[in-house]
């Protein structure tokens, strides 16, 4: 991808993605604590169940700030609400920088749908952006209704409705927006079934449940690699070397589908002292660079494209995706 700024339409909306050729932290910017911070236990709190993507990538870089830090990093699971139950506790914490919260595009998409009272980028800092990645969709490999993305669009048109789909239900969620672009294209329509938790989408597919999900392929390698999960697409508009078995948006001829990214970043409420907020940014730039963090985020699939932005990069990624997904949800109705 070219180092220049990247941009691509997303159903007729300009919008910033992934791939912006924005400079980032030294890897040798000095990271002398600040007035001794940070000096005891730092909490993440993860607004998603243990197990899921987002449980990952907080405990692998959690594992990776403390060896930045000399501090431990503990995770706070609390899931619901989508990923918006956990903020008022979040919101009510002291504003020491000992609570980090992480986030996914949930948080973005809930801005641009007016869900949350709150600025991303004024009330709400970004520090660090660690993970950018596409989603696929999945289905069980034995399954002998349809083995490919053709013979799955070929049966949900001749049983409309009977096919169901693991999904995330929060209404205006990437993932709900993404599925109803695809599913718009493809001309099928099939019965989304919610789960909040990650581990009870992926079970419902592996036992049977379901008939498909929709989820990012880093979340599920093990199931692709243990023989429990199969992709069927790429929501790509072309497929990476990782998946080049599996048809992209192109290839599946509903090129015009918006691709839409699932993010992960980390954040820390804007009364933070500037100081800590600044020692967090460039703890995170080291964080992300060590051996273990590069190790998990190429398991992950996170390096097949960016993946990584920091301190005014990651508030510049944050503004841009909200400002696209206002002018996406006002031209499929979903807001005013």
Request: hydrophobic share 40%; glycine share 10%; net charge neutral.
């Amino acid at each position: 991808m070219s180092a220049k700024k990247s941009v691509r339409t997303i159903c007729g909306v300009t919008a910033i993605i992934a791939g912006l050729g924005i400079s980032t932290v030294a890897a040798g910017a000095d990271l002398m604590k600040p007035g001794g911070y940070p000096e005891r236990t730092v909490s993440i709190i993860v607004p998603y169940g243990p197990g899921g993507g987002s449980d990952q990538v907080a405990r692998a870089w959690a594992t990776a700030m403390q060896k930045i830090t000399g501090v431990g990093f503990s995770v706070e699971n609390k899931p619901g609400g989508g990923g918006l139950a956990a903020m008022p506790d979040f919101m009510g914490r002291p504003k020491d920088g000992y609570t980090i919260l992480e986030q996914t595009d949930g948080i973005i998409t809930a801005e641009a749908a007016k869900q949350i009272d709150f600025t991303l980028g004024k009330d709400l800092i970004p520090i660090c952006v660690t993970q950018a990645t596409f989603s696929q969709v999945y289905i069980r490999p034995d399954e002998n209704r349809y083995t490919d993305w053709a013979s799955f669009v070929a049966y949900a048109k001749k049983n409309p409705g009977q096919v169901n789909l693991a999904n995330i239900g929060v209404e205006g969620s990437m993932e709900v927006v993404q599925w109803g672009a695809i599913e718009d294209a493809a001309g099928i329509k099939v019965k989304q079934i919610s789960f909040d938790k990650p581990a009870e989408r992926y079970a419902s597919l592996i036992g049977g449940h379901t008939d498909a999900l929709f989820e990012q392929p880093g979340d599920v390698r093990k199931y692709l690699e243990g023989g429990q999960m199969k992709a069927i697409l790429n929501v790509l508009s072309s497929s990476p070397d990782a998946f080049k078995d599996v048809p992209s948006l192109n290839d599946a001829n509903i090129g015009d589908v918006p691709v839409l990214q699932r993010v992960r970043l980390f954040w820390v409420h804007k009364d933070v002292p500037k100081e800590r907020q600044e020692y967090l940014v460039k703890a995170c730039d080291a964080a992300f660079k060590t051996d273990d963090y590069q190790k998990f985020n190429q398991s992950k699939y996170m390096h097949l494209a960016r993946s990584y932005y920091g301190g005014q990069d990651a508030t510049d990624l944050v503004r841009g995706l909200v400002d696209a997904y206002v002018a996406l949800y006002k031209k499929i109705g979903f807001t005013k």
